[in-house]
Structure formats: structure tokens, C-alpha cells
């Protein structure tokens, strides 16, 4: 099955760029989707389909996704933003393949 | 307004049943495919099962296979996911989520449901 590596942590001071990046095998070739999970919260998307942005969600969070990795960008990060992040693709080669990544611990310093 | 409210989590021998529920409002059910999503405690979330907008297809992960039963009532705008023998490693918070098809993302998630596997 398809699998999707993320860092388990990624620190960044505020006003920085964060990047977290989501590694899978010609990952280039799926649509990658990415959410954000505060504690005790449910998680909610924050890009879909590689850099697109829902309602809402701030200009700062951007995507983009080649070769083998999809990267999100947070740019001007604050203190809110310190979550955990998940990757995420359908496999269209399975039935049963949707898939997450592990998570990246953001942590705002 | 999207809504989506689990129900039905609670504590459970291993063995042991349970029927988790999801209620949506504030769209048009039928039209959505529906998943459940797993997260166990301090872990990362994991697909569980999906089913089609009008339960004529469903699909599970190897994990839950002939042991969780998804469905639907899109007269009572409901989702359903049926636990049989239950084990510890399914100890997990579980988020019901909508997608408009396959490809599409998860753009709302319950607030999700506990279960505990323990005896």
C-alpha cells in the first residue's frame, strides 16, 4: 500500500516560514491534501489538491507538490498556528487507500 | 451551516459490539460520499471505511476488514459504522467525514467519538 512520510517535528519562531513536507513514492502524480489538528480538536483541511486554499484559511498557508514530495508552507507563522499537521492522497490503484501521513508536530518557539 | 455529530463511543470488552452514529445537517447528505477516520490516543489519524452517496458501495481498511460494517440512511441524514469484535488496538477517537467522490478531500469532520476496548 501507498505510504506517506512526514518529520515527526518541525520548530519555527514566529514571523518565519515553516515548510513540512509529506514524501511518497511520485507523490507528483496524486492530488495531496493537508490538515491541521489542534488538540482535542477536530482536524480541519487547510489545502486540497496540492495548493488550493478553502474559505478561510489564511493566504500564509500555501502547497506545492513535485516528484516525489508535497510541501506546506506557512509563511509569517504565529503562535496559532503551532498544531499538528497530516498529509494526505487517495490512491486511486485501491479501493481502500486513503491515505495519512504520520503527522508533523509544529511548534511555534 | 455543515454539521457532523458522532454518538455511540463508549467502553467495551474486547469481544464486545458497539454502533457509532453520525448526524449530518446543514447539507445535502445524499449527494456526499461518507468516511470514518481513526485516531488513536497520541497517534495519527487513520482511514477506517468509506461508503458511496447512496450506500451502494462501501470499502474498508485490511484492519477492520469483515469486522466493521459501514452504512447509511439518507432519509434520516445518519451514518452508521457497526463494530463486531472489537480488540484493544481499536481504542481510537473516530471521526465521521464528508467528500464530495473519491479524489476529493475530507472538508468536514465531526468533532469525533471515544472508544475504549478494555476489560
Known amino acids: 500500500s501507498y505510504v506517506l512520510t512526514q518529520p515527526p517535528s518541525v520548530s519555527v519562531a514566529p514571523g518565519k516560514t515553516a515548510r513540512i513536507t509529506c514524501g511518497g513514492n511520485?507523490?507528483?502524480?496524486?492530488?495531496v491534501h493537508w490538515y491541521q489538528q489542534k488538540p482535542g480538536q477536530a482536524p480541519v483541511l487547510v489545502i486540497y489538491?496540492?495548493?488550493d486554499r478553502p474559505s478561510g484559511i489564511p493566504e500564509r498557508f500555501s502547497g506545492s507538490n513535485s516528484g516525489n514530495t508535497a510541501t506546506l508552507t506557512i509563511s509569517r507563522v504565529e503562535a496559532g498556528d503551532e498544531a499538528d499537521y497530516y498529509c494526505q492522497v487517495w490512491d486511486s490503484s485501491s479501493d481502500h487507500n486513503w491515505v495519512f501521513g504520520g503527522g508533523t508536530k509544529l511548534t511555534v518557539l | 451551516e455543515v454539521q457532523l455529530v458522532e454518538s455511540g463511543g463508549g467502553l467495551v470488552q474486547p469481544g464486545g459490539s458497539l454502533r457509532l452514529s453520525c448526524a449530518a445537517s446543514?447539507?445535502?447528505?445524499?449527494?456526499?460520499?461518507m468516511h470514518w477516520v481513526r485516531q488513536a490516543p497520541g497517534k495519527g489519524l487513520v482511514w477506517v471505511s468509506r461508503i458511496n452517496s447512496d450506500g451502494s458501495s462501501t470499502s474498508y481498511a485490511d484492519s477492520v476488514k469483515g469486522r466493521f460494517t459501514i452504512s447509511r440512511d439518507n432519509a434520516k441524514n445518519t451514518l452508521y459504522l457497526q463494530m463486531n469484535s472489537l480488540r484493544a488496538e481499536d481504542t481510537a477517537v473516530y471521526y465521521c467525514?464528508?467528500?464530495?467522490?473519491?479524489?476529493?478531500?475530507?472538508?468536514?469532520w465531526g468533532q469525533g467519538t471515544l472508544v475504549t476496548v478494555s476489560s
Open positions: 511520485n507523490i507528483g502524480s496524486k492530488s
Open positions: 489538491y496540492d495548493s
Open positions: 446543514g447539507f445535502t447528505f445524499s449527494s456526499y460520499w
Open positions: 467525514a464528508r467528500a464530495l467522490i473519491a479524489a476529493r478531500p475530507f472538508d468536514y
